[in-house]
């Protein structure tokens, strides 16, 4: 299994960036998808999450009404759209795609609940 992250930049505060996270070598409504990041000398964070079947998600709380997580099946891609941007968001986004089922509910901020990783893309905000 293959993910591939994309659509990071430099924006300024207040604008809007949209992630992508193409995922192969597998049936892609089987994973669990989700959005960490990661910034220079702290510990990589959840930031989204959405089931495998779609239909629950699950955002950290300090992007709730800023960042929406998607999937398109027929693209086999995950999104984060991400608005209203602060400088607080700079950092490397990482998607990871993982397979748990009964207690996904309850671990999707978890990096070990995630089997597969992208390499990263970095988002930086300007003041």
């Known amino acids: 299994v293959q993910l591939q992250a994309s659509g990071g930049g430099l924006v300024q505060a207040g604008e809007s960036l949209r992630l992508s996270c193409a995922v192969s070598?597998?049936?892609?409504?089987?994973?669990?998808m989700a959005w960490f990041r990661q910034t220079p000398g702290k510990e990589r964070e959840f930031v989204a999450a959405?089931?495998?079947?779609?239909?629950?998600?699950y955002y950290e709380d300090s992007v709730k009404g800023r960042f929406t997580i998607s999937m398109d099946s027929a693209k086999n891609t995950v999104y984060l759209q991400m608005n209203s941007l602060k400088p607080d968001d700079t950092a490397v986004y990482y998607c990871?795609?993982?397979?748990?089922?009964?207690?996904?509910?309850?671990?999707?901020?978890?990096?070990?609940?995630?089997?597969?990783w992208g390499q990263g893309t970095l988002v930086t905000v300007s003041s």
């Open positions: 959405v089931s495998w079947s779609g239909g629950s998600t």
């Open positions: 990871a795609a993982g397979t748990i089922r009964d207690y996904f509910s309850t671990y999707y901020y978890m990096q070990n609940s995630y089997d597969y």
């Open positions: 070598g597998r049936t892609f409504n089987s994973y669990n």
